[in-house]
T-cell receptor
Framework: EVQVVQSGAELKKPGTTVKISCSVS????????VHWVQQAPGKGLEWMGL????????RYSEKFQGRVTISADTSTDTAYMELSSLRSEDTAVYFC??????????????WGRGTLITVSS | QSVLTQPPSASGTPGQRVTISCSGS????????VNWYQQLPGTAPKLLIY???QRPSGVPDRFSGSKSGTSASLAISGLQSDDEADYYC?????????FGGGTKLTVL
């Protein structure tokens, strides 16, 4: 079964750093980019960045550039998203979503259930 | 403020056909394909349409997508109460992925 399992909810203080994970199974981890998407309470989807697990290439949204680091461990088929200098506005659900075109030209799109990060003093 | 503009809300009655628009520019929709997502309350988004007008397996043919120039549209025919959700368009802009602001669809 193809699935994405994200790590559990986090409660963090302002100014600190959080690192959450996204473990995949049922497909070849290196076949598709892994994206991270932020959704603040009652708000829309905001793309944060992506990683190509095959070579570690990353690209980040300008909004999060400098504060976000996305990484991947091909030995455990796990992607990570680290967000630093946390502030209250970072309180949100963070989705991990592997996506892209496969060799059969079909679009692969998978979403985790999301990880809630709450930033509060 | 997203670079892709969607109406914040849309509505229709059961059985009706509704369309949701997504307006962009030459750097995003104008030069890339568009995906559409449905997000039911409290759940992760689900892919409805990819490559402007392609449906993944399992998505009913009541959902259709189109693109013209720098705009894209999602059409839902035979509206059902289960279609009440938030809908998002997505594409690429200068190698960065972008989402529209979302449209809340209400089934009256």
């Amino acid at each position: 079964e193809v699935q994405v399992v994200q790590s559990g909810a986090e409660l963090k203080k302002p100014g600190t750093t959080v690192k959450i994970s996204c473990s995949v199974s049922g497909y070849t981890f290196t076949a598709y980019y892994v994206h991270w998407v932020q959704q603040a309470p009652g708000k829309g989807l905001e793309w944060m960045g992506l990683i190509d697990p095959e070579d570690g290439f990353t690209r980040y949204s300008e909004k999060f550039q400098g504060r976000v680091t996305i990484s991947a461990d091909t030995s455990t088929d796990t992607a990570y998203m680290e967000l630093s200098s946390l502030r209250s506005e970072d309180t949100a659900v963070y989705f991990c979503t592997p996506a892209g075109f496969g060799s059969n030209n079909k679009y692969f799109d998978l979403w985790g259930r999301g990880t809630l990060i709450t930033v509060s003093s | 403020q997203s670079v892709l503009t969607q109406p914040p809300s849309a509505s229709g009655t059961p059985g009706q056909r509704v369309t949701i628009s997504c307006s962009g520019s030459s750097s995003n929709i104008g030069s890339n394909t568009v995906n559409w997502y449905q997000q039911l309350p409290g759940t992760a988004p689900k892919l409805l349409i990819y490559s402007n007008d392609q449906r993944p397996s399992g998505v009913p043919d009541r959902f259709s997508g189109s693109k013209s120039g720098t705009s894209a549209s999602l059409a839902i025919s035979g509206l059902q109460s289960d279609d009440e959700a938030d809908y998002y368009c997505s594409t690429w802009d200068d190698s960065l992925r972008v989402f529209g602001g979302g449209t809340k669809l209400t089934v009256l």
